[in-house]
């Protein structure tokens, strides 16, 4: 499968605290995309970071890429009890025009 | 707002009664795609049209088809829905041809087969 991997699974965390999710991944991409999906709901972009870049920033969001080790982080800062959602990687080889989502987090914000 | 617009939020359907799903966008976006989402899973693709061009996943059962009349609208149509074809289905779109850009999603519709 070209499949990316999450890890953790599931995440539950205080609302306050940081939260960091991880994506591995296992060709070459040209950039690699996160998207949150609230329940019963449609992907929400989040952020995009191309290849030949190592961390972006947008407001509590980082994310950093690593393509020697393929692989990605996504950080929330200062969690609220709203983030709590699934949030999913997805690689972008190019060309194609398609994504291959990773397993997904999913993320609970205890209040 | 440009979106992406999904129709129904919820269908029933009977095993083995035809339906349609439809999705239209204001974004004029080149590309769209159907996505199957089942409970705790990650969207599958199903298949994609780049402009009129179709594209089908080789994983994608012949039970699903789609139509694209125009830029605006796409349809998902399932000739013989079975027990196992109960999930989400997710629309999105991107400009095409441009690179590095994001997919925008539906709400999504979920099926449910009786």
Not at chain 2, 21 to 27: A, D, G, Y
Request: hydrophobic share 30%; glycine share 8%; charged share 20%.
């Amino acid at each position: 499968s070209q499949q990316g991997e999450e890890d953790p699974q599931a995440l539950s965390i205080q609302e306050g605290e940081n939260a960091t999710m991880n994506c591995s991944y296992k060709t070459s991409i040209n950039n690699l995309q996160w998207y949150r999906q609230n329940s019963g709901r449609g992907l929400v972009h989040l952020i995009l970071i191309r290849s030949n870049e190592r961390e972006k920033h947008s407001g509590r969001l980082r994310v950093t890429l690593d393509t020697s080790k393929k692989s990605s982080s996504l950080l929330i800062t200062a969690s609220r009890a709203a983030d709590t959602a699934s949030y999913f990687c997805a690689t972008d080889a190019g060309g194609a025009q398609k994504l291959v989502f990773g397993q997904g987090t999913r993320l609970t914000i205890n209040p | 707002d440009a979106m992406v617009i999904q129709n129904p939020r919820y269908q029933v359907t009977q095993f083995g009664k035809p339906v349609t799903l439809s999705c239209s966008q204001t974004l004029n976006h080149n590309v769209m795609y159907w996505y199957q989402q089942k409970s705790s899973q990650a969207p599958k693709l199903l298949f994609h049209y780049y402009d009129k061009d179709f594209n089908n996943e080789a994983d994608t059962p012949d039970n699903f088809q789609s139509r694209r009349p125009n830029t605006s609208f796409c349809f998902l149509d399932i000739r013989s829905p079975g027990l196992g074809d109960a999930a989400m289905y997710l629309c999105a779109t991107r400009a095409g041809g441009i690179g590095n850009q994001p997919q925008h999603f539906g709400d999504g519709t979920r099926l449910s087969i009786l």
